[in-house]
């Protein structure tokens, strides 16, 4: 049983490191926030496959800082991470916005004090409480 565990992850590390993608509108909604004077974090605990990716996808230029997990914080909807991040960067909860297209991202923002803004494109989590709701990246557009 582990040594399956250890291959799959092994299988879908390689896989997110070659084939993954951006999201779509990725490039489109950070450039629109940076020339507005906002700044974007990435927060996953995928680790060194995220900077990657990024790097890869030449959208590098668009984050001010990340949190990979690599301080072994507990996993989200924990806010440990977050609330590091947020005092790294001289964040207040009250003026940042947890962007995430799963329910544990929602959740970790909110034990952080952050409003959320779920997109969630199939409709899984319709009885989720959050802030906002999007289809696609491209809507932050309009609650900014």
């Given at each position: ?9 092994t ?15 990725a490039?489109?909604i ?95 989590y ?9 289809k ?9």
């Open positions: 049983k582990e040594e399956a565990k250890i291959l799959f992850r299988i879908s590390n390689e896989l997110l490191s070659t084939d993954a993608l951006p999201i779509s509108g490039e489109e950070l450039s629109f926030i940076q020339a507005s004077g906002g700044k974007s974090y990435i927060y996953s605990h995928s680790g060194d496959i995220v900077i990657s990716n990024v790097n890869r996808w030449k959208l590098d230029g668009f984050f001010t800082d990340y949190q990979l997990g690599e301080k072994k914080f507990p996993r989200k909807p924990a806010p440990d991470a977050l609330l590091d991040l947020m005092n790294r960067n001289g964040l207040k909860a009250e003026e940042c916005i947890m962007v995430g297209d799963r329910d544990l991202d929602i959740l970790a923002g909110k034990n952080a004090g952050i409003a959320g803004m779920l997109m969630d494109v199939e409709g899984y319709s009885d989720l409480s959050v802030e906002y709701r999007i696609e990246l491209r809507d932050i557009k309009d609650f900014l």
